[in-house]
């Protein structure tokens, strides 16, 4: 079985608490867009998700970023849902921590085995700033739910493997800066200044001035393709 679990909880819920501490015995390379401390772990990226490995588990943090509902279309999520149908003839686990169900493609709302919801408790024995964790599942297959609580005293021995304030960076993030600043000529120059001085001290710097050259180095530098345009009138001014 390869099961989609789907954990929701809001903010400082435990979320990605519990995806640590189920993946803490797997001995399979685990792919995550949010840093976590175990020896298998690499970093997960979009294109990644193209020919990911069949046996591994994947965790994808703030889901909604790259499953959004309302942009369904788009080629992440046509990649992402890809992964989702395929589940079945390979050996992936996916899961999938948001904070509201309905932000992510129905697709997946559709497709999961596993659904959690996570909420937290005040442990005032502890501190007044500490917490314990409780996690209901719900199991499609079998219509049956169960609920289990992770004290405080348990759980901290896993903050240490993942920083839970990291940031996911959003897909698309340049073509988004790219369409936002447009409209101000002064802004969207400057940006384009700023990426040409990142990328000139890379290694893929722009060695010609041509189109295909600067969108080759901005494409290696994780910057959008489109910059192009505004880099190219810089550069030969």
Same mark, same amino acid.
């Given at each position: 079985?390869?099961?989609? &679990?789907?954990?929701?909880?809001?903010?400082?819920?435990?979320?990605?608490?519990?995806?640590?501490?189920?993946?803490?015995?797997?001995?399979?390379?685990?792919?995550?867009?949010?840093?976590?401390?175990?020896?298998?772990?690499?970093?997960?990226?979009?294109?990644?998700?193209?020919?990911?490995?069949?046996?591994?588990?994947?965790?994808?943090?703030?889901?909604?970023?790259?499953?959004?509902?309302?942009?369904?279309?788009?080629?992440?999520?046509?990649?992402?849902?890809?992964?989702?149908?395929?589940?079945?003839?390979?050996?992936?686990?996916?899961?999938?921590?948001?904070?509201?169900?309905?932000?992510?493609?129905?697709?997946?709302?559709?497709?999961?085995?596993?659904?959690?919801?996570?909420?937290?408790?005040?442990?005032?024995?502890?501190?007044?700033?500490?917490?314990?964790?409780?996690? &209901?599942?719900?199991?499609?297959?079998?219509?049956?739910?169960?609920?289990?609580?992770?004290?405080?005293?348990?759980?901290?021995?896993?903050?240490?493997?993942?920083?839970?304030?990291?940031?996911?960076?959003?897909?698309?993030?340049?073509?988004?800066?790219?369409?936002?600043?447009?409209?101000?000529?002064?802004?969207?120059?400057?940006?384009?200044?700023?990426?040409?001085?990142?990328?000139?001290?890379?290694?893929?710097?722009?060695?010609?001035? &041509?189109?295909?050259?600067?969108?080759?180095?901005?494409?290696?530098?994780?910057?959008?393709?489109?910059?192009?345009?505004?880099?190219?009138?810089?550069?030969?001014?």
């Amino acid at each position: 079985m390869s099961p989609l &679990t789907i954990i929701q909880g809001c903010r400082g819920s435990g979320k990605s608490l519990l995806a640590v501490i189920l993946l803490e015995d797997s001995d399979r390379n685990i792919f995550s867009n949010f840093e976590i401390k175990y020896p298998k772990f690499e970093r997960l990226t979009q294109s990644m998700l193209i020919d990911i490995e069949n046996d591994c588990e994947i965790v994808m943090d703030e889901a909604y970023v790259w499953l959004e509902s309302r942009s369904s279309m788009k080629y992440t999520n046509i990649f992402s849902s890809h992964v989702a149908f395929q589940l079945r003839k390979t050996n992936r686990n996916i899961f999938a921590i948001i904070q509201q169900v309905d932000t992510i493609d129905k697709r997946y709302r559709k497709e999961w085995d596993f659904f959690v919801e996570c909420e937290r408790y005040p442990n005032d024995s502890v501190d007044d700033d500490c917490w314990d964790f409780m996690y &209901t599942f719900y199991n499609q297959k079998h219509k049956t739910s169960c609920s289990f609580v992770v004290s405080y005293e348990d759980a901290k021995s896993y903050f240490e493997l993942f920083d839970t304030n990291e940031i996911v960076k959003v897909p698309a993030h340049s073509r988004m800066e790219y369409e936002m600043l447009k409209s101000e000529p002064l802004e969207w120059a400057k940006r384009a200044n700023e990426m040409i001085k990142i990328v000139q001290k890379s290694k893929y710097r722009f060695n010609k001035k &041509t189109k295909p050259s600067i969108e080759f180095s901005l494409i290696m530098n994780n910057f959008d393709a489109v910059w192009s345009k505004p880099i190219h009138i810089l550069l030969n001014r």
